[in-house]
């Protein structure tokens, strides 16, 4: 089936005009869905925080960054989806959407099951990477034993956020967020707190969010397809078409490795630090967060409309949607840092009832402030390389701007402590932006010259 015979009135192919509401037809549902994670992040880490130990909520640090280090690496799943999809959207391709889709929910489901056939061995990994005390370990023990059953819904997940998010259908995400972490932290509270679970209650909790919104979504997907378009398996499993997919899957997958690794290593240096500090890091770690997810929804604006205009074989529009995903980017980041800087110490004492974490954690508050202005464009362009399938040139800024953040690492905590450590991470966010949109004029114009 070619994409002309695939186009329909409701996939429109070919030029199209980029304005402020189209942006945020995408960018607001999404923002608003994003923000319900680190909510649940506030919540969970609230949770913890409030039986009044340390070395709880340490231990929930510590498995939260080995699953941030496993399931962020498999995010090629949602972001590959969304590429391709956005292009065969923007050709009015209805056939290959569906196909993309069909391929990323079959991987995803492979690589979940995987994962729990492997839980003891990457459970083992994570320890020794992490380090932690005997009984942080404890703590961080009971937590992924329980989560790691999420394993093939929380993938599948991926698959369906990056194909709804691909056609621009940003209300689908925004209901299948909010759904996922509503039910996550009802959970949270009513197992980890009111039935005295605790941490376990807390994973038990991120597991029936993750299957219900798995199935909510592939009915959703599912009900919406056209029949007239479906793929035959010959053609969703043709090799040809399997390779870019391929291609992208790995070199996302490498790109996220290293982002959640950078994120690991600066754990990983805090436990140095004893546990109160740790303790201190991740509840500030939680408010990067919520400037990070706040920013995505930005940034997936940016992946569907630089595919969709790749797709459609139209520069003005690539042009336009880069313009104004950067404005609405930068203004936000800017107000994001003025609020946690007015208000975060407020917020800190929402997450934490001790008294020596509190005191740690407004120390270092300017730290996390700052990193929604560094990250901004950090956020932008994974965006724009993401939607444009721009992959290897992703993976390899990555790869330089961690080199350039363990440099950094190894000459400002030594010197600094544990400002040094947040400062590194500021200097690898701003490497991040800076280095892949010295990228962009190259590969736009090569990639629309090779479309004519």
Known sequence: MTAASAASPSDPAGPFQVTHRLVFAIALPMTLGFLTTPLLGLVDTAVVGRMGQATLLAGLAVGAVMFDLIFTTFNFLRAATTGLVAQAYGRGDQCEQQAVFWRSLVIALLAGVALVALSPLLLAGG???MNPPGEVEAVTRTYFLY????GPAALANYAILGFV?????????????????????????????VLGWGVAGVAIATVTGEVIGALVGFVIVYGRFDRKHAPGWSMIFDRDRLKP???????IMIRSFVLVAAFTLMTRIGTAFGPVTLAANAVLMTIFLVAGYYLDGLANAAEQLIGRSIGAHYRPAFDRALK?????????????TVAFLLFGNGLVDLLTTAPDVRTVAYEYLPWAALTAMTGALAFLMDGVFIGA???????????????????????????????????GLNLFLLMRGLFLLARIPAKAGQTFRSAQ
């Open 245 to 251: 997919l391929f291609g992208l899957n790995r070199d």
């Open 389 to 423: 399938t721009w992959s290897r040139d992703m993976r390899n800024m990555m790869l330089v701007a961690l080199a350039g953040y363990v440099a950094a690492l190894a000459i400002l905590v030594p010197a600094f402590g544990n400002h040094g450590l947040w400062a």
């Open 127 to 129: 320890l020794w990477l």
């Open 324 to 336: 104004l995903t950067a404005a609405w980017s930068f203004g936000l980041a800017a107000l994001t």
């Open 165 to 193: 998010l691909g056609r621009g259908e940003g209300t689908i995400g925004l209901m299948l967020q909010m759904l996922i972490n509503g039910i996550n932290i009802v959970l949270s509270i009513l197992l980890g707190l």
């Open 147 to 150: 989560r790691i059953l999420s």
